[in-house]
């Protein structure tokens, strides 16, 4: 089973240049989100869909936008990439969205430098 | 507002010894659940114990428990007989109203032989 699947590993990007982050799951999980992981600050929410079509903020959704067009894809995009999202970023994703039991099944992480 | 605060760092244990890793959770709904998650040099993200806000008692997954103290809001995670392979950072989360887990800063942990 894949679970989570994550793409690219590792990124380096220039100031101002766009990228997309890949995210997939195939357990058919309703929820799907995306964090970003900086030391000292733990794992922090940037913006999540609780299904097909639907998505919404997080703590820090300045400078991502996401789309959530499949059940299957959530897609992370950088607009205008910006050294202080240099920072290893996690899709995750759980099969309900309202359950407060429903752990995160999490991929295997980006880590993107921006220089 | 949700909020979980882990006020260690860092922390040593000799091998073979038990350590408890500290968690505060602050939140106004009476629903929720908290969740611990290891991740080791390799920067995977493990699930390791969860425990419900109504559930009787403590939760126990093997050499992992859970020392819940819904009073103090603490959801503190044990682990017993330390080994090597449990040097990692550990996460302590929750999860309530409004679907999203949120984390604490974490707590290096570092198992001595």
């Known amino acids: 089973n894949a679970g989570v699947t994550q793409t690219p590993k590792f990124q380096v990007l220039k100031t101002g240049q766009s990228m997309t982050l890949q995210c997939a799951q195939d357990m058919n999980h309703e929820y799907m989100s995306w964090y970003r992981q900086d030391p000292g600050m733990g794992l922090r929410l940037i913006h999540y869909s609780v299904g097909a079509g639907i998505t919404d903020q997080g703590e820090v959704p300045n400078g991502y936008n996401v789309s959530r067009s499949t059940t299957e894809d959530f897609p992370l995009r950088l607009l205008s990439a910006a050294p202080s999202q240099t920072s290893v970023y996690f899709c995750a994703s759980s099969r309900t969205p309202a359950g407060t039991n429903e752990k995160l099944f999490f991929g295997s992480g980006t880590q993107l430098s921006v220089l | 507002a949700q909020k979980i605060t882990q006020t260690q760092p860092g922390m040593f244990v000799q091998e073979k010894e038990a350590v408890t890793l500290d968690c505060t959770y602050d939140t106004s709904d009476p629903s929720y659940g908290l969740f611990w998650y290891k991740q080791p040099s390799s920067g995977e993200m493990i699930f390791l114990i969860y425990?419900?806000?109504?559930?009787?008692q403590n939760a126990t997954e093997g050499r992992y428990s859970l020392n819940f103290q819904k009073a103090r809001k603490s959801a503190n995670l044990v682990i017993s007989a330390s080994q090597l392979g449990d040097s990692a950072m550990y996460f302590c989360?929750?999860?309530?109203?409004?679907?999203?887990?949120?984390f604490g800063a974490g707590t290096i942990l570092r198992v001595k032989s």
């Open positions: 425990q419900g806000s109504y559930d009787q």
């Open positions: 989360a929750m999860r309530a109203y409004g679907n999203k887990l949120v």
